[in-house]
């Protein structure tokens, strides 16, 4: 879809926000490492959270260690990994675990692989590893023959392709299903979906969303199933705190109803 979504749409009711990371609420940088999320945006999601009570998660492919530090010092529900980890509001962790061996021989296997292809970077996520090529380009297709060549000998394994990375995970892992696990659950039950992601490996979540009646928002361009599109990391900010500041109207104004109600009486 080519629509640029500049103001965003009308939301009100019971939502439940489901927000990946790198590229969405913070820039993507040139290392992992080197990625933030600017203060004002994270208050914004507490400030959201408070609102729809508590129902405001992260979808990422950052284990849920990392995605705690950035949002620190705020805590949500958390898919990470792409959902291979899951906690929910209860602080209760689902895991979705590999044999130990079989981690060992894929790190081994990888990390002699991508010793000849300089700039490369390895990821190991313990259930999942990320081939990371962002400052080296020109191995590409070398790095995407390998992460292929890795899942044909593996079946119980999936590829996922991203923005400058290729992730080997465990199969039927994806974000889709991971907002699909929360919405089965306590506080994101019975709610309309809400999902803002940049990436191939959001295309899951924005499948579900929409197939629930929800409101999909791709950031930045590129072929997508989303129906809503935002243009840059910043008017990700800009909205979220829209957003925020629409809903904190709407329950200004519904309490203010209330408190007329009873005078009234």
């Known amino acids: 879809m080519d629509k640029l979504l500049t103001v965003p749409p009308d939301l009100t009711g019971n939502l439940a926000f489901f927000f990946d990371l790198d590229g969405t609420l913070a820039e993507i940088k040139p290392h992992p490492d080197q990625v933030a999320i600017p203060t004002d945006v994270r208050l914004s999601l507490h400030q959201l959270a408070e609102q729809q009570n508590g129902a405001v998660a992260l979808i990422s492919g950052r284990s849920m260690d990392e995605l705690d530090a950035l949002v620190k010092p705020y805590r949500f529900p958390l898919a990470g990994v792409h959902g291979a980890e899951r906690r929910d509001i209860n602080d209760q962790r689902h895991i979705l675990t590999l044999p130990d061996s079989l981690v060992s021989t894929l790190e081994e296997t990888l990390r002699q692989a991508l010793a000849s292809l300089q700039g490369s970077e390895l990821e190991s996520k313990g259930m999942a590893f990320a081939l990371h090529y962002r400052r080296a380009p020109q191995h590409e297709a070398a790095i995407i023959d390998l992460a292929q060549d890795i899942v044909a000998r593996y079946p119980q394994l999936a590829l996922q392709p ?37 990436d191939l490996t959001d295309e899951s979540g924005f499948d579900v969303v929409n197939k629930l009646g929800g409101v999909s928002v791709k950031v930045g361009e590129g072929e997508t199933l989303a129906k809503c599109r935002l243009a840059s990391v910043p008017h990700v900010h800009q909205w979220l705190k829209t957003v925020v500041d629409t809903q904190q109207h709407t329950l200004t104004d519904r309490r203010d109803g209330y408190e007329s109600l009873s005078r009234s009486i």
């Open 162 to 198: 991203g923005k400058c990375v290729v992730e080997i995970k465990p199969k039927g892992v994806n974000k889709g299903a991971a907002i699909t696990a929360f919405l089965q659950e306590a506080p994101f039950i019975g709610r309309q979906p809400v999902f803002v992601g940049d």
